[in-house]
């Protein structure tokens, strides 16, 4: 599904700059993880842990639970499943979700500065605008792109690619912000620097972040927004 392209994007002189959501802007993995472990276990799927969740972080929601629906061999279609969790997630982040201080500053920065802004998700639609809206991050990130809107989610390149289309910016002006391998590795193949804050510092030495200009081993720790935004004016 082809999203507009942002009318003022097109004139801007000044880079792009496309985040990911969940981990990268938002603390949001344990609501996914609740969300996603209530859903099996109403369909009978018991003993499902944050070990095993932690493997699909930074993979599309739809290419997580098509995973899940085989392994446990669920009855429930593909889309019954993603509903439901979507609406647990939603339930959870009605309570309020938080965005990483100093992420909210890079954005806020970079703004200013009059960069083109993304995000490019995994998530559904739905949860994409009812978590910017709710952090009142929607005003910074006027653009966004879901994973269900594009062919193939993350490994894959198309969110990003996609996001640079409604930009109106060329691949190579964009830099990619993103918490997890596969979103770190979907960025290289769009062509795209990288900018790596692992939201399990844990994986730091993943290959899948071999190819980020810029890393912070320690995640959201170690993130310094100053930095960062240096090196996206310096091209990396």
Do not use: N
């Amino acid at each position: 599904m082809l999203g507009p392209v942002s009318p003022s994007a097109v004139s801007d002189p000044r880079g792009a700059v496309v985040f990911d959501l969940d981990g990268t802007l938002v603390d949001s993995e344990h609501r996914y993880f609740e969300a996603a472990r209530e859903t099996l276990a109403r369909h009978g799927v018991t003993g499902f842990g944050w070990a095993e969740h932690s493997r699909f972080i930074g993979i599309g929601t739809r290419e997580t639970m098509e995973a899940l629906r085989a392994k446990y061999r669920i009855d429930a279609d593909v889309g019954e499943l993603l509903a439901e969790k979507d609406r647990r997630y939603l339930e959870s982040a009605a309570a309020g979700t938080v965005v990483f201080p100093r992420m909210r500053a890079l954005v806020e920065r970079l703004h200013t500065a009059g960069y083109r802004l993304a995000v490019a998700s995994g998530s559904s639609r739905a949860v994409i605008e009812a978590v910017l809206t709710g952090t009142g991050l929607a005003a910074l990130l006027p653009v966004s792109v879901s994973a269900e809107e594009v062919a193939r989610g993350k490994p894959a390149p198309d969110v990003f690619l996609e996001a640079a289309r409604r930009l109106g910016a060329e691949p190579a002006e964009c830099v990619v912000v993103e918490d997890a391998a596969p979103g770190a590795e979907a960025a290289r193949r769009a062509g795209m620097r990288c900018i790596a804050v692992p939201y399990l510092p844990r994986t730091a030495d993943d290959p899948g972040f071999a190819g980020a200009g810029l890393l912070f081993p320690g995640g959201q720790g170690e993130f310094d927004p100053d930095a960062a935004y240096a090196w996206i004016e310096g091209g990396g």
